[in-house]
Each structure stands twice: as C-alpha cells, then as structure tokens.
C-alpha cells in the first residue's frame, strides 16, 4: 500500500473505470481475511503488551523494543486494516475521497513499516551486544535507554509523516535510504552473532569438564544465543510477509495499470502484526507465562460471572 501515496493526475479522479473480474472476486474473500486479521492483531498485541505491563521483571530492554513492535503492529489493527477494509470497498473510481483515503493509508503504512524495520534493526544490535559483551551488557544497554531508542523511532517517522505533506518524493527517498540502512545493519549484526554463536559452541564442546562457575557462564551463554535465535526468527518472518509489499510496488513501477490488483498483496503484510505476538509467547517463555496469567484470570472471572447469573 505504500504507492498509494504516489499522486494521480486531476484527469484521473474524475474517470469511472470498472473493477476488473479479478479485483470483484477477490474484494469480499480480502476483506474478511482483513476484518479476521484485525481481531487477531488486536487481541494478540494487546495481551502481548498487557503481560509486559503487569510484570516489572519482563521489562528488559530487549522486551521494550518488542513493546514498541508490538505498539507498532496493533496501530495496523486499529487503523491500517479498517482502513484497508474501506478502500478495498469503496467502488473504483478514483474519486476524490478514495485517492484521499488511499494516501492517508499509504503514508501510514509506510511509516509503521519504517518503525517496525528500524525496531527489529536495533533488536539485532541488542543481541550482539548481549553475545559479545555479556558482561558489560547490562551497563550498556538500560531500559531507560531502550526506551529512548523506541521514541527516537516514533518521533522521528511522525516528524516524516507530517513532512511527507509538503515533500512526498523527497521524503520517499528519505524512507528507502533508512530501510536500506536497517537491513544493511541487522544483515551486519546476525553475521556476527553467527560468528559468535559458533564461537561459543566450540568453546562449551572443548570445556565439556569445566568447573561449575564455567558451567554456569556457560548456561548464561546458551540463555543468551537462544534470544539470539529468537530475534532472527522475528526478523526473517518479517523479510517474509514485507515481499510482497515489495513486489506490489514494483508491480506499480513497471505497470500502473496493473496498481489495483498489488493493493491486494498487501494484506499478507498486514499478516505479520498477526503473527509477531505468537511468535512471541511461542519463544518468549516470561511473556508466555506472563499471558497465560492474563488468560486463566479473565476465563476464572468469566467463569464466576456466568455462576452468579446462574445463582440469581
């Protein structure tokens, strides 16, 4: 969606074209996976977040700037989906209001794909940190810290937003140099956390009859390659539902005609603020604890509701 905030000619908003068989057949089957995706990506998000906020022992830095993608992914289901759902609806005709909704779509997305990039970009510098300096760790990275890293992200793309007003192609070049410089650093960062994962391997297989104290550096060590491990899931599931995206812009590049049919590559993006919260209670052991909590109270709660409507 992120060419919708590419401008149209004024000849262009006044044309009635047709939708094409294709884009009537897949319109309803695209907005009730767009409506299911909303209620996923909301519930998910918000008890992802509400785990976090309920146990202080969970806000790591690590675990905030997860806060921040996941603030970042429910803002899709809040707005970015609805909206998707209206454009997608809305009779084809390029009217003046559909080209408005379509940009005002477009420079969302645009922005909340440049935080949740940039996010995961410094979750793999977090987790080289932890590798190579996992003594001096926690002096480097503070949650104050995180937290100041997660809204120089969000300051910065509102600033870009509200710019993209006046400036949209200059800021257009501004956004692709910034996610060629995230995936450029997080390429960076997972190569050396590879170097160093295997590093410590060879070192726990040649120190097998070590003392305990080494024994316990040693678990300190595989705690830390695993979070390692986690993050770089996160990461390429998001590589993953971010292509099409790619590919729907490249569609518009070489033929514009063809622009209706990419929108609908769109929502398998969407489908990844959907799929970050279980992947992170599926490798997040404290925050799956932290939402079963959350879950046994409101289904205890509901429970004991549905025994005093009973008992009246």
């Not at 959350?294 to 709660?301: D, E, N, Q, S």
Request: contains cysteine.
């Amino acid at each position: 969606m992120a060419n919708c905030t590419v401008d149209m000619m004024p000849g262009e908003l006044e044309s009635d074209e047709e939708s094409s068989p294709f884009e009537t057949s897949v319109i309803i089957p695209n907005s009730v996976l767009n409506a299911l995706l909303i209620t996923i990506c909301i519930a998910g998000n918000v008890l992802v977040l509400a785990a976090v906020w309920r146990n202080p022992s969970l806000r790591t830095p690590s675990t905030i700037l997860l806060c921040s993608l996941a603030v970042s992914d429910l803002l899709v289901g809040f707005l970015v989906l609805p909206v998707n759902i209206a454009i997608a609806v809305i009779p084809l005709s390029r009217s003046s209001s559909y080209l408005r909704l379509s940009q005002a779509s477009g420079v969302l997305i645009i922005q909340l794909c440049c935080v949740s990039l940039e996010t995961m970009t410094a979750i793999s510098v977090d987790r080289y940190l932890t590798l190579r300096y996992h003594m001096r760790y926690p002096n480097l990275m503070t949650s104050k810290r995180a937290m100041y890293v997660a809204a120089t992200f969000w300051c910065k793309n509102v600033i870009l937003s509200l710019l993209s007003i006046w400036e949209k192609d200059a800021i257009l070049h501004v956004v692709v140099v910034f996610v060629a410089l995230c995936l450029f650093t997080s390429s960076i960062a997972y190569s050396a956390i590879d170097r160093i994962v295997r590093h410590h391997q060879h070192q726990i297989h040649v120190q097998q009859q070590a003392v305990q104290s080494m024994n316990a550096e040693q678990n300190r060590k595989i705690q830390a390659k695993k979070r390692a491990l986690n993050t770089f899931i996160y990461y390429i599931c998001m590589l993953l539902c971010y292509f099409p995206l790619a590919v729907s812009n490249l569609i518009w590049v070489t033929d514009k005609e063809d622009w209706n049919i990419s929108l609908y590559f769109d929502t398998i993006t969407f489908m990844n603020s959907a799929i970050n919260p279980f992947l992170y209670i599926w490798r997040n052991r404290e925050i799956r604890r932290g939402v079963l909590k959350i879950l046994r109270k409101i289904l205890c709660k509901t429970d004991e509701e549905n025994l005093n409507n009973g008992d009246q």
